[in-house]
C-alpha cells in the first residue's frame, strides 16, 4: 500500500497572463533505480493562498482541468493590499500523459501562490 508524503513546492510569483502553468502533470521519465519499476505519480493540493504583497487591491485568477475544459476556482477575485485569499479543498494533478493542469495568474505580478499543504503519492 502506498503512503502519501509531504510535498514543498514553492510559492510562484503570479505572471499577468491568466493562463501561466502553475503546476503541471507533464513528466517526461520515471525511471527509478535498478531493479525499482517506478509508477505513475500524483499531487495532491488541499490549501492554495494567493498573497498580495502590496498596498493596492489587485484580482486573481485560477482555473484547474485541461486547456479546452477549465473550471474556476477564482475569477478576477480581489485580492485587498496587504492581505491574502485562501482555497481549501482538495485537488488532484495527476502524473505521466495528464491534462489534468493547475492554471493562473494575477492582474499585478505584486501576488504570488503559495501552495501550503500538498503531498506526492504514487498509483
Known sequence: MAQNKRLFIPPQVANV???????????TT???PTGFTATQWY??????RAVNTSATQYTVTMFYGSASTLAAVW????????????W????RIDGT???????GGA?????????????????
Do not use: C, K, Q
Open 75 to 86: 475569477s478576477a477575485a480581489p485580492v485587498a493590499g496587504n492581505s491574502y485569499l485562501d
Open 17 to 27: 497572463t491568466t493562463t501561466t502553468l502553475l503546476i503541471g502533470g507533464a513528466m
Open 107 to 123: 492582474s499585478n505580478a505584486a501576488i504570488y501562490f503559495n501552495f501550503d499543504d500538498a503531498e506526492i503519492g504514487f498509483v
Open 30 to 32: 520515471i525511471t527509478g
Open 43 to 48: 499531487i495532491l493540493l488541499r490549501h492554495i
Open 97 to 103: 500523459g495528464s491534462t489534468i493542469n493547475l492554471w
Open 88 to 91: 481549501f479543498g482538495e485537488m
